[in-house]
């Protein structure tokens, strides 16, 4: 499975960005699609994942509210909708994809992931 983060940019505070996520390849057998964000000198955070299905999401409490994640099945691409940025969302964010299936599961640990793309840079001034 390929994946390609793309919609990064440099925003202002309170804008919004969409990012995307494309995937490609064996993407049959994927069971998620989750979002990680690293910002400078600081460890990976996870966002939020979606199943490959899309009927259900979750995004940590650290931007409930004003992130929001969807796929398009036609376009095999998950989206992560971000509002309200803040500076303090400035980072790298990157999206991942597991080959597994376990609906107790939040998928939220990096490790859990067999594919990642590159990430794309979103910085938010203040």
């Known amino acids: 499975v390929q994946l390609q983060a793309s919609g990064g940019g440099l925003v202002q505070a309170g804008d919004s960005l969409r990012l995307s996520c494309a995937a490609s390849?064996?993407?049959?057998?994927?069971?998620?699609v989750g979002w990680f964000r690293r910002a400078p000198g600081k460890a990976r955070d996870f966002v939020g994942s979606i199943t490959w299905s899309g009927d259900y999401t979750y995004v940590d409490d650290s931007v409930k509210g004003r992130f929001t994640i969807s796929r398009d099945n036609a376009k095999n691409t998950v989206y992560l909708q971000m509002n309200s940025l803040k500076p303090e969302d400035t980072a790298v964010y990157y999206c991942a994809a597991v080959s597994d299936y376990d609906p107790w599961d939040l998928w939220c640990l990096g490790y859990e992931y067999d594919y990642w793309g590159h990430g794309t840079q979103v910085t938010v001034s203040s």
């Open positions: 390849g064996r993407t049959f057998g994927v069971g998620y």
